[in-house]
């Protein structure tokens, strides 16, 4: 939990759309500045045949990559690593701030199950984090593809990793207000989509959670369950609908909120690194 | 013969040919059908689960809509003694050759293949299954 929050911060309160990454052959850290030149260069490129443009906009495009120590969960993770395009309208004067617009991250957090019989010239950094255009992420994941021969896939969360995931943050100790813990089911096979949302106050979650889970660190799948099935009766007592045989689409905490089409959000630094080590195990199994 | 739950209403017991197989249905994508399976195993007489019983799970085509953990049916098939069969109903390949391998076992099951009986069918496939 040590390094400069401030760096960490940034991945707070955004939304970023998951993506899985195979391991990249022959990735060098020392050479984080040239890969910025070569991404660049790329970008360049690719605008000149029309591709990354946004409409009527001129732009002088930067491109940064740093290493993001703080994210790294046991001795055996690669730190994470930092892509940022940046823009400079040339209409604008000289010592006005750069634009962000988009980051990237690569990280692993306790993904020693992927690490663990790497050979040397892989490096495993096997959860992508992207937040901005399309556009940009399309260039740029096609040039870390290019470059260092892995996949990007999108990472999306099945309704079962969904109540993992709200169980297990509904039951954080924040000590703020918290917000409440909302569930959003979508129901399968009507003529109209139906959507229906459900939200507990989080004093209330977190008691019941606290009735269920047997040894505080550890959670199991019974205990999962449990709690999902005292949520859904409690809803079928009261409006007489199975939430159970609806499909799970978004759960949000005041830890973290989290949508099936694999876009997270986070929100609290102290819990970040135990997210992240979730969404980790899921590109994982993705990738594996 | 279809029906959501058991036990089947009793006023048509009398009506009723005899039953030689039981496919319990289980949808990946809703947790309420894998209850609703569980809580109508319990009115499944003893004698069905020596090879009159199956379980057939649906929807595993799509891995993330997944409500329903695989290994928990995986152990409610080894509880039950019977066997489980994925397919994905959606695809009309993967329909058809699972309506047939439901045929073939109800033959079995209805003792119309000679000198093959339910529980040796039964047992045939869960020593497969072990490997």
């Known amino acids: 939990e040590s390094g400069d929050p401030q760096r960490t911060a940034l991945l707070l309160r955004k939304a970023w759309t998951l993506y899985s990454v195979t391991p990249l052959y022959r990735f060098c850290r020392g050479r984080l500045r040239d890969y910025a030149r070569l991404l660049s260069a790329f970008i360049a490129a690719e605008r000149q045949k029309g591709l990354a443009v946004e409409v009527g906009v001129e732009l002088d495009i930067k491109v940064a990559l740093s290493s993001l120590p703080e994210l790294q969960g046991s001795e055996q993770d690669q730190p994470a690593v930092l892509v940022q395009l940046s823009s400079r309208s040339r209409a604008s004067p000289k010592n006005s701030e750069d634009k962000i617009l988009w980051s990237g991250c690569f990280c692993c957090v306790y993904g020693d199950d992927l690490s663990e019989n790497m050979p040397e010239d892989f490096t495993c950094l096997p959860l992508f984090l992207a937040n901005g255009a399309e556009s940009y992420m399309s260039v740029v994941g096609n040039w870390f593809q290019k470059t260092f021969d892995c996949i990007f896939r999108r990472l999306a969360i099945s309704p079962f990793n969904l109540s993992w995931m709200v169980a297990m943050w509904a039951g954080c100790k924040v000590d703020k207000a918290a917000s409440a813990v909302e569930l959003v089911f979508s129901v399968p096979r009507l003529p109209q989509p139906l959507d229906i949302s459900y939200a507990i106050h989080p004093e209330d979650a977190r008691a019941l959670w606290d009735t269920i889970q047997k040894t505080p660190g550890e959670i199991t799948q019974e205990e999962v369950d449990i709690f999902m099935d005292c949520l859904y009766s409690h809803f079928h007592r009261h409006f007489k609908i199975r939430l159970s045989a609806t499909k799970l689409v978004k759960v949000s905490t005041a830890i973290a909120s989290a949508h099936c089409d694999g876009i997270v959000k986070m929100l609290h630094s102290q819990y970040l690194s135990g997210v992240l080590m979730l969404l980790t195990e899921l590109a994982i199994s993705q990738i594996q | ?131």
């Open chain 2, 1 to 131: 013969h279809i029906a959501t739950s058991l036990p089947l209403p009793s006023e048509r017991d009398h009506l009723r040919p005899r039953i030689d197989l039981i496919v319990f249905v289980i949808d990946i994508k809703s947790k309420c059908s894998l209850k609703n399976v569980e809580a109508s195993l319990a009115y499944v007489d003893g004698s069905f689960f020596l090879g009159k019983v199956c379980f057939l799970v649906t929807g595993v085509g799509r891995v993330n809509c997944c409500s329903v953990e695989i290994n928990a049916i995986s152990k409610l098939g080894e509880a039950y003694s019977s066997p489980v069969l994925f397919c994905e109903l959606e695809l009309e390949g993967v329909r058809v050759a699972t309506a047939q391998r439901l045929l073939r076992m109800l033959q079995i099951c209805a003792g119309l293949v000679s000198g093959f009986s339910a529980l040796s069918f039964n047992l045939l496939m869960r020593n497969s299954a072990d490997d």
